[in-house]
């Protein structure tokens, strides 16, 4: 059983580039912290930083 879960998705949406901003290549990404790091910002922000430093 996994303690946190953290996922992080980034994603060229339709929309944004038909509607709203108009720029094609235009990104947007979607970040869920889920388990016992979920409330910590601090906690989540840190390991939010981890995580893109990796890839």
Do not use: N, Q, W, Y
Request: glycine letters at 10%.
């Amino acid at each position: 059983h996994p303690h946190v879960v953290a996922v992080e998705i980034e994603a060229e949406h339709l929309c944004m580039a038909m509607r709203g901003v108009r720029k094609p290549g235009s990104k947007v990404i979607t970040t869920a912290i889920r388990g016992s790091f979920a409330g910590l910002d601090i906690v989540s922000r840190d390991l939010l930083i981890l995580l893109r430093g990796i890839s």
